[in-house]
């Protein structure tokens, strides 16, 4: 076992649950190999909410960090002793990096939607004069780092499709802290969706695949769409997207871009992009 330029062995780790199908293990070694951490390790946790907090506390001191996946972002940021702006904005936290004073904890997702948008370019067309509005279907834990990484690239408009508006309370908000311009639609395939969805920069669909595959007909028509989902793939929304000769990326890309930010957290080093990428999506 080689020494790292840390000098020593460090530890890192997903806490989720259900665990076992987390595709975090692979990313993250794949970038500490290329980074030449050959000493450091990342593993999986089984971990609810409840058990968060004793689970951190108690890690060996060789842990330098972890991600936080379902069901437990709200815990992590409630347990930690350091919080980031955008965290504490989003109301929940997938990294904990330890700190002098405990732990630190940020909410990567949001880079991970970022870079997602700007795989399909949305970004560039917002730069560029497009009309920035866009349509976020579902109203759970991804909704808000969504609406947080739209803001950021300058969209002045969010259509927030969800079941039911008081559910959806939390992320409009969110829009109204970010000033962002906001509107509640039903969670139907009707025509007004269909509308909103050919007219918008970009969608983003953060449900579950048969929730999607409801309004997959309205959605269809949005020229790039952003599906949450990676397993299985294409989710029936993504097969409607390119079927409808729209451009489509899915999880996987949100999961990569938001590992990106997590693996110079825990390192301090830049994030080996092309190793990540390769282990993650071969074909890309």
Same mark, same amino acid.
């Given at each position: 076992?080689?020494?790292?330029?840390?000098?020593?062995?460090?530890?890192?780790?997903? %806490?989720?649950?259900?665990?076992?199908?987390?595709?975090?293990?692979?990313?993250?070694?794949?970038?500490?190999?290329?980074?030449?951490?050959?000493?450091?390790?990342?593993?999986?946790?089984?971990? #609810?909410?409840? /058990?968060?907090?004793?689970?951190?506390?108690?890690?060996?001191?060789?842990?330098?960090?972890?991600?936080?996946? $379902?069901?437990?972002?709200?815990?992590?940021?409630?347990?930690?002793?350091?919080?980031?702006?955008?965290?504490?904005?989003?109301?929940?936290?997938?990294?904990?990096?330890?700190?002098?004073?405990?732990?630190?904890?940020?909410?990567?997702?949001?880079?991970? $939607?970022?870079?997602? @948008?700007?795989? %399909?370019?949305?970004?560039?067309?917002?730069?560029?004069?497009?009309?920035?509005?866009?349509?976020?279907?579902?109203?759970?834990?991804?909704?808000?780092?969504?609406? $947080?990484?739209?803001?950021?690239?300058?969209? /002045?408009?969010?259509?927030?499709?969800?079941?039911?508006?008081?559910?959806? !309370?939390?992320?409009?908000? %969110?829009?109204?802290? %970010?000033?962002?311009?906001?509107?509640?639609?039903?969670?139907?395939? #009707?025509?007004?969706?269909?509308?909103?969805?050919?007219?918008?920069?970009?969608?983003?669909? #953060?449900?579950?695949?048969?929730?999607?595959?409801?309004?997959?007909?309205?959605?269809?028509?949005?020229?790039?769409?952003?599906?949450?989902?990676?397993?299985?793939?294409?989710?029936?929304?993504? /097969?409607?997207?390119?079927?409808?000769?729209?451009?489509?990326?899915?999880?996987?890309? $949100? @999961?990569?871009? /938001?590992?990106?930010?997590?693996?110079?957290?825990?390192?301090? @080093?830049?994030?080996?992009?092309? !190793?990540?990428?390769?282990?993650?999506?071969?074909?890309?």
């Amino acid at each position: 076992m080689s020494v790292s330029p840390h000098g020593d062995r460090r530890r890192a780790a997903v %806490l989720g649950s259900p665990i076992a199908h987390s595709k975090s293990p692979a990313v993250h070694m794949a970038a500490y190999r290329a980074l030449g951490l050959d000493d450091w390790t990342y593993d999986r946790i089984e971990c #609810t909410a409840e /058990q968060l907090p004793a689970v951190v506390s108690g890690a060996d001191p060789a842990f330098v960090g972890f991600s936080v996946t $379902m069901p437990n972002k709200l815990a992590a940021l409630e347990f930690a002793t350091e919080r980031t702006e955008r965290a504490e904005l989003v109301g929940s936290a997938n990294t904990l990096v330890r700190s002098p004073n405990g732990w630190h904890a940020d909410c990567t997702d949001i880079d991970g $939607m970022s870079g997602a @948008l700007s795989e %399909l370019g949305v970004d560039a067309e917002i730069a560029g004069g497009a009309a920035p509005e866009a349509v976020v279907v579902g109203a759970g834990g991804t909704a808000r780092p969504t609406v $947080m990484a739209l803001a950021g690239i300058g969209v /002045q408009k969010i259509a927030v499709v969800a079941r039911d508006e008081g559910r959806a !309370a939390n992320v409009l908000d %969110l829009c109204d802290r %970010l000033d962002v311009e906001r509107e509640f639609v039903p969670f139907e395939p #009707t025509p007004d969706l269909e509308r909103r969805s050919r007219e918008a920069a970009v969608v983003v669909s #953060t449900v579950p695949a048969p929730a999607a595959a409801v309004v997959a007909p309205a959605l269809a028509h949005g020229g790039r769409v952003i599906d949450v989902i990676y397993d299985p793939w294409p989710t029936p929304l993504a /097969q409607a997207v390119s079927d409808a000769g729209g451009e489509v990326v899915g999880g996987l890309v $949100m @999961l990569l871009h /938001q590992a990106f930010r997590q693996v110079e957290l825990f390192t301090g @080093l830049p994030a080996p992009r092309e !190793a990540m990428r390769k282990v993650l999506i071969p074909e890309g």
